[in-house]
């Protein structure tokens, strides 16, 4: 007997019809264990009687096998007005009136169609894709779930029976609604896949979706950027675009992750997927303060380090190559606050459990031959972008100066380019070969941020090469840096007073170069 006041529903009956058969036959078995009368369609049904557990054919109920190729099996009041019927006076009556069987528990998931657009692409028929019974019998139980329990994802199966155990058959209301809820949301996502594959293709250029939908995760963040705020994360249900998808990463120990500690991996696995040889990203506020290459990682970390040892007090360090036992001893007395690596060498795991602070994620830097996205929030706004994947050419690089780069330094003025443009605006970089010595960001003027990138290279400047997120509006930005030492500059150029920022280069021997194009990050 089951009852809308919010006492626990004992299930007698099951219905069991899914796609994914992963877990299936060991929940049949567990529920026939527990006294539930099982009934499934199809190739459920044939699953779970191959693992030799007794259960009725859905069609004995219905009279329907499979109409039309399959598309019409469980569309079948025999079947919905089990689920949906209320368990109440009236309602038993008229189920018995109809000849009807109640069902307690619905177990149902869809055919895939994310998966199948992805693995067909091209397809035409898309809509063949498309779950239509699967569906209507999730939302039938999550609708009644005042009587009902829906279960729509495998990884809900083992909590289920032992609730089941625990509460002598019974599942509580408080499980109930969380299922129901959790149907509703598997079904929004099903449609909204859908409504973008099968809608209006967009107009030739236009890279973004009408409507967005985001689903909160169960990932738990400590804090958002200070601890008396509370954040939580979000994925996008239907990516719109390939690169849209979020990124998988694994917190291998430490604390759980705040907002802040999402942003600075971010940040520094972007910069050491510039770089195709060993590189290190040290990153603090989600602003770089240190960045190398180097022919080893180890190398690549201690140069880095070294850019700015006062920033690097509690900072976040990513690098692109699997880290070793070595690679870490290059931070011995650097005290890290996160460690991030596309894999940890098993060597570096009694180290690691040597220095208890500090958070370990392993994840993959970000393919800068795909396309990738970002977004931020403003006035109550979703705002989205692509990320800036644009490369130098070498019709972007002009020289405006008599005075020309070395291949050194021309290599120099590259690196320094990748790196500003993952500083926050203004922003100034000053690089030695392979490895910045100065970083200046988040400045209101630009010539504060050559000012404060010049004084922590200190005499590193001279001879570092240059780079700038944008114009300079005003001479007195290459004057800091020419008293300085530095040897080239490279920046978008574009400002009505560039020939005396011309000028002043010219004053210092600095080899100066425009690309036409800024990288502003704010």
């Given at each position: ?20 058969k992963t877990g299936i036959a060991e929940l049949a078995r567990d529920l026939v264990e527990l006294r539930v009368e099982l009934w499934a369609t199809g190739g459920t049904r044939r699953s779970i009687a191959e693992a030799g557990v007794a259960v009725g054919a859905a069609e004995d109920l219905t ?51 994310e998966r199948h657009l992805a693995e067909h692409p091209d397809a035409t028929d898309r809509e063949e894709f498309v779950d239509i019974g699967g569906v209507t019998l999730a939302r039938a139980g999550a609708k009644n779930h005042a009587w009902v329990t829906v279960v729509t994802d495998p990884v809900d199966y083992a909590p289920l029976v032992t609730e089941l155990r625990t509460n002598g058959g019974a599942v509580s209301a408080g ?348």
């Amino acid at each position: 007997m089951a009852s809308e006041d919010g006492a626990p529903v004992r299930v007698e009956r099951a219905l069991l019809s899914v796609d994914d058969k992963t877990g299936i036959a060991e929940l049949a078995r567990d529920l026939v264990e527990l006294r539930v009368e099982l009934w499934a369609t199809g190739g459920t049904r044939r699953s779970i009687a191959e693992a030799g557990v007794a259960v009725g054919a859905a069609e004995d109920l219905t009279g329907v096998s499979a109409w039309f190729g399959g598309r019409v099996k469980t569309l079948h009041p025999a079947l919905l007005g089990g689920i949906l019927a209320p368990r109440t006076e009236d309602g038993f009556r008229e189920m018995r009136e109809r000849g009807l069987r109640p069902f307690d528990l619905v177990v149902v998931n869809f055919y895939p169609f994310e998966r199948h657009l992805a693995e067909h692409p091209d397809a035409t028929d898309r809509e063949e894709f498309v779950d239509i019974g699967g569906v209507t019998l999730a939302r039938a139980g999550a609708k009644n779930h005042a009587w009902v329990t829906v279960v729509t994802d495998p990884v809900d199966y083992a909590p289920l029976v032992t609730e089941l155990r625990t509460n002598g058959g019974a599942v509580s209301a408080g499980t109930r609604r969380r299922l129901a809820g959790k149907a509703f949301a598997r079904t929004t996502a099903y449609d909204a896949a859908i409504a973008h594959a099968l809608g209006p293709p967009r107009a030739e250029g236009d890279l973004f979706p009408d409507e967005v939908t985001f689903r909160r995760e169960p990932l738990k963040l400590r804090y958002g950027e200070n601890p008396h705020q509370r954040a939580a994360t979000y994925r996008m249900i239907t990516p719109f675009a390939a690169g849209a998808e979020p990124r998988p990463f694994t917190v291998l120990k430490g604390d759980a992750l705040s907002y802040t500690n999402l942003l600075d991996v971010d940040t520094a696995v972007a910069i050491v997927a510039e770089f195709p040889v060993p590189s290190a990203a040290v990153v603090k506020h989600a602003t770089p303060c240190g960045v190398a290459s180097g022919t080893t990682l180890r190398e690549a970390i201690e140069r880095a380090i070294a850019t700015d040892p006062i920033a690097r007090y509690g900072c976040a360090i990513a690098v692109n190559r699997p880290l070793g036992a070595d690679d870490l001893a290059a931070l011995k007395g650097v005290f890290v606050d996160l460690l991030v690596a596309p894999e940890f060498d098993p060597a570096t795991r009694e180290p690691l459990e040597h220095r208890p602070k500090v958070k370990v994620v392993q994840t993959d830097p970000p393919a800068l031959t795909s396309p990738g996205w970002e977004a931020k929030s403003a006035l109550g706004r979703l705002l989205l972008q692509e990320q800036d994947r644009r490369e130098l050419v070498p019709g972007d690089f002009r020289c405006v100066t008599t005075k020309t780069a070395t291949p050194e330094s021309a290599c120099a003025l590259d690196f320094a380019w990748r790196v500003v443009r993952h500083a926050k605006s203004n922003a100034i970089v000053l690089a030695q070969g392979a490895r910045t010595v100065g970083i200046g960001t988040g400045q209101p003027t630009r010539v504060k941020a050559v000012e404060l990138a010049c004084e922590v290279a200190g005499e590193r400047a001279r001879g570092a090469v240059l780079a700038s997120d944008a114009f300079f509006p005003f001479p007195d930005g290459i004057e800091v840096a020419g008293r300085a030492g530095v040897s080239a500059v490279i920046q978008p150029g574009g400002s009505l007073r560039d020939p005396e920022v011309i000028a002043a280069a010219e004053r210092f021997g600095i080899a100066m170069y425009f690309t036409g194009w800024r990288v502003f990050r704010h």
